[in-house]
């Protein structure tokens, strides 16, 4: 699984930040999100999915591999 | 045809919690039907989770309120939105995207993630005042549910504490139905002077708030001054009402519910267990029960039925939220249950800008205040708690408890 992340789309809600602290974080000065890892290992991936899903700006696909 | 409701439409009696019995039966019938509003229009009205989801991030809507045709929520929002400056709340992106990162720095995760201990003492030193009381009585809205947001989000903009029954008057003629136009207007007057001296006393001695945040800003000339106190009163008002209705209506659910107060009792300890909490009572909740608004740009075929250009279109919250489709037997209060996807928060790229506050906030009011309180109970029956349904979100006038 692979991360993509449309950072034009990004509205820095942080969600992706708060269910999934391993894989996002959040830019310093405008909180715009930042992929710590884009190829989640096999225990991260549930999280993805989830980050994928709470996105409300839709900015995070995930991409079989 | 099928029949056009009213809207907002009042609940049933005695269903205080449940959206109004004609929009859960469109939820189920009439995924793309019409209601009647105060100016006697029908916009659509889009109540099923998975239409929200993929309607509310199309750019084929609109969320820019100058336009004609747009279904204003109130008579007063409809008289002041050809005043407003550009803001996060009428503008799409990219306009929307380049301000919404502007004043996203305080309600970012880590931000709002430092301020739990100053808000878990607040809410211990509550807590302890109402435990105080020899009549162990008290109105949990006055005694914690108000106090707690109120505290929270005069610090995060910098202004005195001293001043909150000003934000309290204002942010509630602001936001209810019963207000007219000129009242309206007088409250925006009133908090809007008072937030421009608020910016100048910024200007001339920053802190570390928002308010000097935004003074920055102003200084730099990256945000105009409107822009700035517009922003300004829109953190206080959201800010405000919003979570104290949660914090109250979350307590008086949960002694409605006594296994699920107990089960939170008993795990709050477990932070993963309160966050899910919290996220099930926002869902159960959803307490913005007045619908979101768009106007479309273009056509939009959904579900057989387009949607023309320049149409105005409501979602109401609640609906999605109480949509079985989403969440099997809504109607149960289940903490345990995945509730992370409500749109209590609204969703795309308007979602509340405070929601990581707003959670934090009521992870540590509903992990303290049962734990704290164990023999919590109503002093009235439920039936004479009185609900405050007027507003674009509901909440309670009061919550007598004892203890």
């Not at chain 2, 502007?102 to 809410?123: D, Y």
């Not at chain 2, 107060?261 to 008993?266: E, G, K, P, T």
């Not at chain 2, 959904?302 to 109607?331: C, S, Y």
């Amino acid at each position: 699984m692979r991360i993509e992340f449309d950072e034009p789309r990004c509205v820095a809600a942080g969600q992706c930040a708060m269910v999934a602290p391993e894989l996002f974080d959040q830019r310093d000065d405008d909180g715009v999100a930042i992929v710590l890892n884009a190829s989640p290992g096999p225990d991260q991936q549930d999280d993805a999915r989830e980050a994928a899903a709470v996105c409300p700006a839709a900015a995070i696909r995930l991409v079989a591999e | 045809m099928p029949e056009t409701p009213d809207y907002p439409a009042a609940r049933e009696p005695g269903c205080p919690f449940a959206p109004a019995a004609a929009v859960r039966t469109m939820t189920r019938d009439n995924p793309v039907g019409r209601v009647r509003i105060w100016d006697g229009s029908t916009p659509w009205f889009i109540t099923r989770h998975a239409d929200q989801r993929a309607l509310l991030n199309d750019p084929r809507l609109s969320i820019d309120e100058k336009r004609a045709g747009y279904p204003h929520m109130t008579r007063a929002r409809a008289a002041s939105a050809p005043h407003h400056p550009a803001l996060i709340t009428n503008t799409d992106p990219p306009e929307h995207t380049r301000l919404r990162r502007t004043v996203n720095g305080p309600f970012m995760v880590k931000r709002v993630e430092a301020l739990r201990p100053r808000i878990q003492e607040v809410l211990d030193s509550l807590i302890d005042d109402m435990l105080a009381l020899p009549s162990k009585k008290a109105d949990l809205v006055q005694a914690i549910g108000l106090p707690v947001p109120t505290l929270v989000i005069t610090e995060i903009l910098g202004a005195p504490y001293a001043d909150h029954e000003l934000f309290q008057t204002t942010s509630h003629v602001l936001i209810s139905h019963d207000s007219t136009p000129e009242e309206a207007a007088a409250a925006g007057r009133a908090i809007g002077g008072y937030l421009s001296d608020l910016l100048d006393r910024k200007i001339a001695e920053p802190g570390d708030d928002v308010v000097s945040e935004m003074a920055g800003w102003v200084t730099a000339g990256q945000m105009t001054r409107p822009e700035a106190i517009t922003m300004a009163n829109a953190i206080l008002i959201a800010g405000h009402e919003t979570s104290a209705s949660m914090i109250s209506l979350g307590t008086l659910a949960l002694l409605q519910n006594p296994e699920q107060l107990a089960l939170l009792r008993d795990n709050s300890d477990d932070p993963k267990f309160v966050a899910n909490a919290a996220e099930e009572l926002l869902r159960y909740l959803t307490i913005v029960h007045s619908g979101i608004r768009r106007i479309a740009n273009e056509d939009i075929e959904l579900h057989d039925t387009v949607i023309r250009a320049g149409d105005g279109v409501i979602f109401d919250l609640a609906a999605a939220n109480w949509d079985d489709a989403q969440f099997p037997e809504p109607d149960r209060l289940d903490l345990r249950r995945p509730a992370r996807q409500h749109h209590a928060f609204g969703f795309g790229a308007h979602q509340c800008l405070g929601q990581s506050l707003a959670r934090v906030e009521l992870q540590i009011a509903y992990g303290t205040l049962y734990r704290r309180i164990p023999t919590l109970a109503l002093a009235v029956p439920f039936e004479e708690v009185p609900f405050a349904m007027e507003g674009v979100a509901y909440g309670l006038k009061s919550l007598p408890v004892t203890w």
